[in-house]
């Protein structure tokens, strides 16, 4: 089996939940929130200019499609997507990705300390937490 790159880190099979033509999804290894995945175009590229048409399209529909299943899944009501792209935005993997997030009432004080909370580093979780994660939301795409 190829060897699945997000950006420098190596990713294994187990941790990715959605494939489509030009993208690939993934659980978070530091969460801000539960739910919160990223999805990335298969092509390894830094920054979002860097992606063709095609590749813009796959990914956007994609992170549809998967924010759909995220907000259903976690019992959220709303959902954040962002991209922090270049190092002077917080980009820190240097593969375009799109964080989404599921929102819920009152899960900060205020809505916009997400942006804050993205920044932050956290404590990773281990890969059996990621693994059951991706077990539970890859079926919601078989067959689709
Ligand atoms: P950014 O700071 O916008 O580049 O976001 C990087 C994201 O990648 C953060 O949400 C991290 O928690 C996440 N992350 C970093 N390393 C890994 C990894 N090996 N597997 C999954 N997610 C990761």
Redesign the pocket.
């Given at each position: 089996m190829a060897t699945t790159y997000?950006g420098q880190?190596i990713?294994r099979q187990s941790?990715i939940f959605f494939t489509s033509e030009l993208s690939f999804a993934?659980?978070?290894?530091?969460?801000?929130l539960p739910g919160?995945v990223?999805v990335c175009p298969k092509r390894i590229v830094p920054r979002f200019k860097d992606l063709t048409k095609e590749e813009v399209s796959d990914l956007w529909i994609s992170a549809q499609k998967i924010s759909v299943v995220i907000e259903d899944h976690f019992k959220g009501n709303s959902v954040t997507f962002?991209?922090?792209d270049g190092k002077e935005a917080?980009?820190?993997?240097e593969h375009v990705?799109v964080?989404i997030i599921p929102r819920k009432v009152k899960d900060f004080e205020n809505n916009d300390e997400i942006y804050a909370e993205?920044?932050k580093d956290?404590q990773p979780r281990s890969y059996d937490e990621?693994e059951k994660e991706a077990n539970e939301l890859r079926p919601y795409f078989e067959n689709k």
């Open positions: 997000f880190y990713i941790e993934l659980v978070n290894l530091k969460p801000v919160h990223l962002a991209i922090q917080g980009q820190t993997v990705h964080h993205i920044e956290r990621m």
